[in-house]
């Protein structure tokens, strides 16, 4: 079992729907989630950061954090093209000091 | 604002060949880390380095060694460059260790091909 696994994609939807993107995670351990946005030929940038069970909104953005079941995820409201990108989640751990990566979600809006 | 800036874009480099990649960060940053990028298998980590003149291995540090002499500069070094290092490399840095509300900001990478 891969310590941060995210479904590959391509996830596709419509130019101003809610996009839903899911990670799960394997350490319990684990105290901080965090979302990149990494567009084609380019390096990850941070969108996000979540820590404590629930949601956490920072604008068209909202991550969401399940501690118990061992998932976070991102949605991504009125979706645009700009936002078509891979999707990264990273997982840090106070036992290992080290951030796993999942292989990330490619998502595609549609115009 | 967060600053982190690789030495080249990209770089093309033949087997046996030693090479450097150079990242720097401008934010007192106390750790810094490398990483290769590759399709299908994510962001691997390669070396990591939480203050000046200590290194740490990663998942995948075969075939690469590290420098931090100063503590806004670390190197990443090929001793003898195989095609099987072709790759996206990606710098990143964060400020504190111990913090679990800590962040990594990226450099713009460095693809490197190896012929």
């Known amino acids: 079992q891969k310590e941060v696994e995210q479904n590959s994609g391509p996830l596709s939807v419509p130019e101003g729907a809610i996009a839903s993107l899911n990670c799960t995670y394997s350490d319990r351990g684990s105290q901080s989630f965090f979302w990149y946005r990494q567009y084609s030929g380019k390096s990850p940038e941070l969108i996000m950061f979540?820590?404590?069970?629930g949601d956490k909104e920072d604008g068209r953005f909202t991550a969401q954090l399940n501690k118990a079941s061992q998932y976070v995820s991102l949605l991504i409201r009125d979706s645009q093209p700009s936002d078509s990108a891979t999707y990264l989640c990273?997982?840090?751990?106070?036992?290992?000091?080290?951030?796993?990566f999942g292989t990330g979600t490619r998502l595609k809006v549609l115009a | 604002d967060v600053k982190v800036t690789q030495s080249s874009r990209y770089l093309v480099k033949r087997t046996g060949e030693k090479v450097f990649l150079e990242c720097v960060q401008d934010?007192?940053?106390?750790?810094m880390f490398w990483y290769r990028q590759d399709p299908g298998l994510g962001l691997r980590l390669i070396y990591f380095s939480y203050d000046v003149k200590m290194k740490e291995k990663g998942d995948i540090p075969e075939g690469y060694s590290v420098s931090r002499e100063k503590k806004e500069r670390f190197s990443l070094i090929l001793e003898s460059a195989s095609t099987n290092q072709t790759s996206m490399y990606l710098c990143?840095?964060?400020?504190?260790?111990?913090?679990?509300?800590?962040?990594?900001?990226f450099g713009p990478g460095t693809r490197l091909t190896v012929l």
């Open positions: 990143a840095s964060s400020l504190i260790r111990d913090s679990f509300t800590d962040t990594q900001y």
């Open positions: 934010m007192d940053h106390e750790n």
């Open positions: 990273a997982v840090w751990s106070s036992g290992t000091y080290k951030y796993i």
């Open positions: 979540i820590y404590s069970n």
